[in-house]
């Protein structure tokens, strides 16, 4: 059986200001969903693309912690003890 998540992200911009929203989507996705976040500095010039990137790492890095721990949570649940995932 194969099943398919899909990462969507969602940009908001200023000029200076990035942020990003990560969001699993899916008929079997857990519905986890995070935002990162990246400003440009004063003394550079602006450049959408790089800060879009660096928001969407960020969000990305989120949201994989977001699923560790989810998934964490959800072996205690199974097993009744805790675990420690590695990372």
Do not use: Y
């Not at 899909?6 to 200023?14: A, I, K, P, S, T």
């Amino acid at each position: 059986m194969r099943h398919e998540w899909d990462v969507r992200l969602f940009f908001d911009e200023d000029g200076r200001h990035t942020e990003c929203e990560a969001r699993l989507v899916g008929v079997r996705a857990p519905g986890v969903a995070a935002r990162g976040a990246s400003t440009c500095s004063d003394s550079d010039h602006p450049e959408p693309r790089i800060g879009e990137e660096l928001a969407a790492a960020r969000a990305l890095n989120s949201l994989a912690r977001k699923m560790l721990a989810q998934a964490s949570g959800d072996i205690e649940d199974e097993v009744r003890h805790p675990v420690h995932l590695l990372r």
